[in-house]
């Protein structure tokens, strides 16, 4: 019990220290703000709501489609691990204590497994990022003509992530003499076409609809920027964000800074990109680490299915 209180009281300090005591964006402005622009109506709260709801929908979607390759367990149990591991998590690097904290709702001798699902699942999602991202930044940098040695960089990215889907792909079809390698190989084979399909149409769903809750913010406080010239800057906050390891904490800080350099080229305000970029922290990472305090608090290793 005292292990959970101290990841429930620990998650909340530092949520608050990130909204109170922000250096980059203090709260009496960031509220401010809110008030200036009505960011918050009935109608732009129930679409925002509505865009945090089908982002962690598809989530909870692709942690079921995974672990239903081992076994029939129910929606609402993914979508308690889902939660409760985010609790977890939010303040380990890379959030890492996701994998250890889904892994503990499975019996010992699965929990291998449900490590290697997870990494499934989180591979999916950084292909979508990396591909969306790769062709957002590439149309941006090419736009803007900026004096860095961005080709090279485009060139490593584009590299990496023809690697990572071969790596893949590799180990779907082909056979390893080392036996690490021929075990995962083996592991991936294993897991279903059908769900892997799931997985990757769920993963570019959600790209899709946290996207799109930034790009509808923007209009929220009336940025003047195309939807083209927007899709591809928030493709690359998210590019460049997820490729520097970071606590899971400091999120909505690394995507701040990231953003702010990115729409500077459109001449938007700091503080406007601040406020989003908040918001959008607030909506999928603090309204369900509290839902999944609940169920850390209430965590009780009993594998049900």
Avoid at 206 to 229: A, E, N, T, W
């Amino acid at each position: 019990m005292i292990i959970k209180l101290s990841i429930v009281i620990g998650c909340g300090y530092f949520i608050y220290q990130k909204l109170i005591e922000n250096e980059q964006l203090q709260f009496a402005f960031f509220y401010q703000n809110l008030i200036e622009n009505n960011v918050f109506t009935l109608k732009n709260s129930v679409i925002l709501l509505l865009f945090t709801f089908f982002n962690w929908f598809f989530e909870i979607s692709k942690w079921h489609s995974l672990i239903s390759s081992i076994g029939n367990y129910s929606f609402k149990k993914a979508s308690i691990q889902s939660f409760a591991s985010l609790t977890t998590s939010l303040i380990t690097p890379n959030r890492i204590g996701e994998y250890g904290a889904k892994a503990l709702y499975f019996e010992k001798k699965q929990r291998k497994q449900i490590l290697g699902l997870n990494l499934v699942g989180n591979f999916y999602q950084l292909l979508m990022t990396l591909i969306f991202g790769v062709s957002g930044f590439s149309y941006f940098v090419f736009q803007h003509k900026i004096e860095i040695d961005f080709q090279q960089i485009l060139s490593v990215l584009l590299i990496g992530t023809f690697v990572i889907i071969a790596f893949f792909f590799a180990m779907k079809y082909f056979n390893f003499s080392n036996s690490y390698f021929e075990k995962t190989r083996v592991f991936i084979k294993e897991i279903p076409q059908n769900i892997n399909i799931k997985v990757g149409l769920f993963s570019f769903l959600r790209f899709v609809i946290f996207s799109h809750q930034f790009y509808f913010l923007l209009l929220i406080f009336k940025v003047d920027v195309s939807y083209f010239d927007a899709i591809s800057a928030i493709t690359s906050v998210y590019l460049i964000a997820s490729i520097i390891p970071m606590l899971s904490l400091f999120d909505v800080v690394l995507k701040g800074t990231v953003a702010i350099w990115v729409f500077s080229f459109y001449n938007i305000e700091p503080l406007t990109i601040l406020s989003i970029t908040s918001i959008m922290w607030i909506l999928n990472f603090v309204l369900p680490a509290f839902i999944g305090s609940y169920f850390v608090l209430t965590f009780k290793p009993n594998f049900v299915k």
